[in-house]
């Protein structure tokens, strides 16, 4: 018995739930598990249906393309482990998170190489028996860097780049190259504090709050689909430092549920938002 | 067009979704949400389905029942106002709570009448032009008291009873009255501190979270099924009247949303337990 | 034996702790609590002492002011009631939890009067016997209805002026009168979604956290020292009128959290922040 | 100029912040934070203070035992590293917090050695250059096992023995060992849950939070001091496992937070509770 899970996302029509499950059931397929949403405002329809049984995926997907509207996107993914390369520069936490959750078998994914800007995270992801380039970005012109960057990449076939705290801005030539699949995370409760120094920023507003931001990169900075958040209470006595060092928890922890979530196929990208369904 | 919400709880089988979801088609009644949960361990299925159109009650049902396995339960709810009857004693916060949002219209209901075994509450409940009847336990016995109670709440037809902090221990025999219809909000995050002054129990332990949790009654004192819960932190300079001041706020807001999650019929009561669509 | 709070904030120096409580001792003040902070980068002591015992006032507080470097300003206050006047405009959650906690006794404070620029509530404000004064801002000049406001709130001489979702800009002009003593709730996490709709704002940005900040009002709107923030989860299946429903709770708990913590003198203001002490 | 810190803990006496502060002016010291906590019910007087500048402790504790009433104790800490010993069995999870967060100096602590009563993580520890030592427990009577634990640990002379998911009952004789050294994480909130088997529990009774505790040993198991206590929230779609899974996160949350309090010294153990400084 097999596991997938079908992911549609069409313009609404009506019947469109009794249709999808219908196919389903006519393949003699299990569904453990069905979420949807309707973007009434948009005509736009969502819907995850994680399924159980014996696949034949061609006529699967041909039934269902005879049967959803003009437009559809539809994919049927086997839940097998992805593949991520992540790029980092010198802080540890968010690395070391994912680093320890894959070893403890509570993400399952496989790291296929970590690449960072700056040298000092070699020796910890060698630990773990992962791969680490050491792509400096000094001296270098920043498009001949990307090309780089693209070229190691690419060598991988990664079906995920994951930002785990990479503290240079991507150009949107490198962005294109990875559409949909660049996911960062940002040290503040976006859309408070984009840039640089977020807590810097924090510390002087003088917020009672700070938090962290998982999302999709486009070419705007700081600006893409949100997949996570979550924040922490801080008060006067913090300095700006202090909430740096408060803040790595939540910054680690939203990377990792945002990574999870959209491991288990449960993001959609909508325009500059995201439906997850959780 | 009306709204109305499809309810359905029955032994799990294959289908069901695409047989349900079919039929609502076949009424062109359109599915604006829809929920549904498998307890696989116990072969049970839910399904919470919002429809809009024009419904013809009868043949949806007659067809529904044609379809459904044996054993299985459905409802077809419209979404309009249910009433309440509120039992409390002394403490005003959680009735305050659901007065005002009544007020406001934040919750959708018809408060028909507020209990109190003692008289403290009357003058507030009075101001919102809602009647307040006390019933003394003093020099009572507890199953005249509770006769009378149920004399009284009967009059008014009441879809729920909500004890917003009704200070009395029920007996079965009540509770046999309006089985999976009475909701309490009990002053800890349960299974801790079941039973008399919760907060006192807490002091004494030392905790660091205080909680709150709105539950269904049923015989056993703290046991029902739990629908909502929520804690705050606290610390070694809070007394046990400090945890108590605190912790109204969180028990009102777990009532509260408890309330709306019955309301809006989300809530399945599955044993002992629930089953919340949110 | 009487209870005050002596608050102190003066430039930093060596010994101040010693200095003070030593006053206090001398003078046979039991302290029980003491709070402190020092912002080092700029060399700023704050302390919140809380006594018990038979002062005099004048000998104490000359006391201290020997001792204290030039430039200290410290507050000797009885823990008496506090007089507000609240200004309104339609939403009545924030006002409504006000009124209530301060009935139910959870809120020691006077609300002399409610000031609405619609008349919508003036039939909650009146069901607990405190004045409403309806001033429309329609066919008024701006200037001219600050004058009118002004007038009718230094009638009452409150201690603070609270915006309970009050949903007008007050001009440079008005806050001058109040330096200091203006408190507002806004409805988002300051400082993302500054400025008219922030739910809508939050909705088209996609955020999956949406939240509140009690602050104080001075000329740069929502700039204020910010007091209290919270936030509160949210997703795809919200629409603005949705957050906005599910915001409300959040605004009002944080705007009570601030005021409760502004009349127990918990709060400095530095600058453009906050030094509270919880 | 160095940096210590001062613990007082004695029964309260009138004037002890004066007394206490003053000595530490007296010898020159900078105050750079004061935290104090007086249980009036218990009599009891509790003060942290972070000390700088020149240190004769001799002098300075000889002052202060002149002024403190009897039966106080003092204890005057210079702000060094300690020294921690691990004990795990099989779940890599908090132990791969701490080793991650020392690796990265957010805990700056040394991990003298870890001990496992399995030797599943004997490779991970090995990575981080720290000893492991399998000691099973199988075939082994239990006091002979605690007595080869116990001379294992004492070769290493830690501050702190850290139960990181330690699944073993430990005797009292063993606890009497470490009195007030041994921190334990447990897998509920406290004191709901108490013993094996925690989440298949929470499962079972349906409660929509699951939270962990990390609390000092004592011979009444799950019945110690609490240090620090979080919860998260969760629904009836979760399993026992699931549970489990989503709990990893908060338990090693909870045990590195109340592992950083205590290295800061900012736990003092009070009969069954702790009162702690943040």
Do not use: W
């Given at each position: 018995m097999e596991k997938k899970i079908l992911l549609t996302d069409c313009p609404d029509a009506k019947g469109l739930i009794a249709k999808i499950t219908n196919i389903c059931f006519k393949h003699q397929l299990n569904i453990t598990k069905n979420d949807e949403f309707v973007d009434r405002e948009q005509g736009r329809f969502f819907m995850r249906t994680a399924l159980e049984g014996n696949f034949n995926d061609a006529t699967l997907l041909g039934d269902l393309d005879m049967a959803l509207p003009q437009g559809a996107e539809r994919r049927l993914v086997a839940s097998g482990r992805k593949r991520l390369v992540l790029m980092v520069t010198r802080e540890p936490h968010c690395l070391g998170d994912i680093l320890m959750k894959c070893y403890a078998g509570a993400l399952d994914v496989e790291i296929a190489a970590v690449i960072g800007n700056?040298?000092?995270l070699g020796a910890l992801v060698e630990k773990f028996g992962i791969p680490f380039h050491h792509l400096s970005a000094?001296?270098?012109?920043r498009q001949q860097h990307e090309e780089q960057v693209i070229q190691l990449v690419d060598s991988y076939s990664p079906d995920y780049l994951i930002l785990?705290?990479?503290?240079r801005v991507l150009t949107p030539g490198f962005v294109a190259q990875y559409r949909g699949r660049i996911i960062n995370i940002h040290h503040s409760f976006l859309p408070a504090f984009i840039g640089a120094k977020p807590y810097q920023q924090a510390f002087e507003r003088g917020v009672k709050i700070i938090g962290a931001t998982a999302h999709f990169v486009t070419d705007d900075l700081d600006e893409g689909p949100i997949i996570e958040q979550d924040v922490i209470h801080v008060d006067h006595a913090y300095s700006a430092d202090g909430m740096a060092a408060a803040g790595r928890d939540v910054e680690k922890s939203v990377l990792s549920r945002a990574l999870q979530l959209v491991l288990q196929e449960r993001v959609f990208i909508h325009g500059n938002k995201t439906v997850v369904f959780k």
């Amino acid at each position: 018995m097999e596991k997938k899970i079908l992911l549609t996302d069409c313009p609404d029509a009506k019947g469109l739930i009794a249709k999808i499950t219908n196919i389903c059931f006519k393949h003699q397929l299990n569904i453990t598990k069905n979420d949807e949403f309707v973007d009434r405002e948009q005509g736009r329809f969502f819907m995850r249906t994680a399924l159980e049984g014996n696949f034949n995926d061609a006529t699967l997907l041909g039934d269902l393309d005879m049967a959803l509207p003009q437009g559809a996107e539809r994919r049927l993914v086997a839940s097998g482990r992805k593949r991520l390369v992540l790029m980092v520069t010198r802080e540890p936490h968010c690395l070391g998170d994912i680093l320890m959750k894959c070893y403890a078998g509570a993400l399952d994914v496989e790291i296929a190489a970590v690449i960072g800007n700056h040298p000092d995270l070699g020796a910890l992801v060698e630990k773990f028996g992962i791969p680490f380039h050491h792509l400096s970005a000094e001296g270098v012109q920043r498009q001949q860097h990307e090309e780089q960057v693209i070229q190691l990449v690419d060598s991988y076939s990664p079906d995920y780049l994951i930002l785990a705290k990479y503290m240079r801005v991507l150009t949107p030539g490198f962005v294109a190259q990875y559409r949909g699949r660049i996911i960062n995370i940002h040290h503040s409760f976006l859309p408070a504090f984009i840039g640089a120094k977020p807590y810097q920023q924090a510390f002087e507003r003088g917020v009672k709050i700070i938090g962290a931001t998982a999302h999709f990169v486009t070419d705007d900075l700081d600006e893409g689909p949100i997949i996570e958040q979550d924040v922490i209470h801080v008060d006067h006595a913090y300095s700006a430092d202090g909430m740096a060092a408060a803040g790595r928890d939540v910054e680690k922890s939203v990377l990792s549920r945002a990574l999870q979530l959209v491991l288990q196929e449960r993001v959609f990208i909508h325009g500059n938002k995201t439906v997850v369904f959780k």
